[in-house]
Nanobody, 124 residues
Framework: QLQAFGGGLVQAGDSLRLSCTAS????????VGWFRRAPGKEREFVAA????????FYEGSVKGRFTISRDNAKNTVYLQMNSLNSEDTAVYYC???????????????????WGQGTLVTVSS
């Protein structure tokens, strides 16, 4: 069971940190990704981190603004989001996959488990 939380209403330029926690699983076995779905748009990849925490991946528009990290001891993956803008408004989902390879880290169907999503709204 994955749970994403930390969303909210912020102003453009603000920061927000999302958290994804896992219950019933040893999180360190899984690579974890964040995806988002903006109103009227398709779900898109945001960021991902491999299970050993050594490699991270970002979608182009968030690179340099968002940072994904993990604390396996707390069974938690974080998405630190800085310099938010209205284009970042979306429902954010975390997902976990056990056998992800590098080339599939941005591919939603490659993930096995999904959280319920948390809404991030950025007002301009």
């Amino acid at each position: 069971q994955l749970q994403a939380f930390g969303g909210g209403l912020v102003q453009a330029g603000d920061s927000l940190r999302l958290s994804c926690t896992a219950s019933g699983r040893t999180f360190s076995y899984y690579s974890v990704g964040w995806f988002r779905r903006a109103p009227g748009k398709e779900r898109e990849f945001v960021a991902a981190i491999k299970r050993n925490g050594g490699a991270t991946f970002y979608e182009g528009s968030v690179k340099g603004r968002f940072t994904i990290s993990r604390d396996n001891a707390k069974n938690t993956v974080y998405l630190q989001m800085n310099s938010l803008n209205s284009e970042d408004t979306a429902v954010y989902y975390c997902a976990a996959g056990e056998r992800l390879i590098t080339s599939s880290m941005g591919n939603a169907p490659a993930y096995d488990y999904w959280g319920q999503g948390t809404l991030v709204t950025v007002s301009s």
